[in-house]
């Protein structure tokens, strides 16, 4: 079973959302189709505060729900939703279901615990200036360097979308009009050997 990571990441910062059942701090039509273009008919798995803050359920994609709530993980399947109480369950139950890949998509701490058992991380590099809420607290996801030196990936593709504007589209005020690069990174795991060489 391969379990590949995806996340959007302000580059400047490392944040990559508010901490809680908080919605995205950004809105990126590009990204967000990358996203369905990756996630699409796979299983997903996310953290109880990134699932609360979707609008919805996403289509077409089975969602793995972690939480420590034993209340939850005593709950049925429904609608595309199962509650677990760690990755490799999520993965355990994926494969048994005949899935060859989940996708951890989010928040922080689920990002945090996936990368000793991920093999592929996904990584939207975000430029430019937001205006985050001060109010708020901001949730970090590692930054390449630690991908790199900690987690043992390196970088295998680095793809430049065009630069956009997003004021007219941007219903958000936390991340509008100053972001002006977007690139979709692709980070392999290093074979042991290769880390256990640096
Ligand atoms: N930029 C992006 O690509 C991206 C992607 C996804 C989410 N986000 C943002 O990230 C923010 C949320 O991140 P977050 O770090 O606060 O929360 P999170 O990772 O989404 O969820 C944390 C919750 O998940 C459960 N959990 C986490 N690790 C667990 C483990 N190892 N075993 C069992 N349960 C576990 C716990 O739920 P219980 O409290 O129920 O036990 C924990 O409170 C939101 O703002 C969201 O919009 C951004």
Same mark, same amino acid.
């Given at each position: 079973?391969?379990?590949?990571?995806?996340?959007?990441?302000? $580059?400047?910062?490392? #944040?990559?959302?508010? @901490?809680?059942?908080?919605?995205?701090?950004?809105?990126?039509?590009?990204?967000?189709?990358?996203? !369905?273009?990756?996630?699409?008919?796979? *299983?997903?798995?996310?953290?109880?505060? =990134?699932?609360?803050?979707? *609008? +919805?359920?996403?289509?077409?994609?089975?969602?793995? &729900?972690?939480?420590?709530?034993?209340?939850?993980?005593?709950? #049925?399947?429904?609608?595309?939703?199962?509650?677990?109480?760690?990755?490799?369950? $999520? @993965?355990?139950?994926? !494969?048994?279901?005949?899935?060859? %890949?989940?996708?951890?998509?989010?928040?922080?701490?689920?990002?945090?615990?996936?990368? *000793?058992?991920?093999?592929? &991380?996904? +990584?939207?590099?975000?430029?430019?200036?937001?205006?985050?809420?001060? %109010? +708020?607290?901001? &949730?970090? $996801?590692?930054?390449? *360097? #630690?991908? %790199?030196?900690?987690?043992?990936?390196?970088?295998?593709?680095?793809? !430049?979308?065009?630069?956009?504007?997003?004021?007219? =589209?941007?219903? !958000?005020? #936390?991340?509008?009009? $100053?972001?002006?690069?977007?690139?979709?990174?692709?980070?392999?795991?290093?074979?042991?050997?290769?880390?256990?060489?640096?």
């Amino acid at each position: 079973m391969k379990i590949s990571i995806i996340y959007a990441q302000h $580059a400047p910062t490392g #944040a990559i959302g508010y @901490a809680g059942q908080e919605a995205m701090p950004w809105h990126i039509p590009e990204d967000f189709k990358y996203f !369905k273009d990756k996630t699409m008919g796979k *299983p997903m798995v996310m953290g109880y505060n =990134t699932f609360k803050s979707l *609008p +919805r359920l996403l289509p077409g994609r089975f969602h793995y &729900v972690l939480t420590r709530s034993e209340e939850l993980h005593a709950k #049925a399947m429904e609608n595309g939703v199962q509650f677990v109480s760690s990755i490799q369950q $999520a @993965a355990d139950l994926a !494969k048994k279901n005949g899935h060859e %890949e989940l996708m951890v998509i989010g928040g922080a701490e689920v990002i945090k615990a996936a990368l *000793p058992l991920a093999n592929i &991380v996904y +990584r939207s590099k975000v430029e430019g200036e937001c205006f985050f809420d001060e %109010e +708020r607290s901001l &949730v970090y $996801a590692p930054q390449p *360097p #630690a991908l %790199e030196s900690t987690h043992g990936f390196e970088i295998v593709s680095s793809e !430049k979308s065009p630069l956009y504007i997003l004021n007219k =589209t941007s219903k !958000k005020p #936390a991340c509008h009009s $100053a972001i002006h690069g977007l690139t979709f990174e692709v980070y392999l795991k290093k074979p042991v050997s290769d880390t256990a060489a640096v």
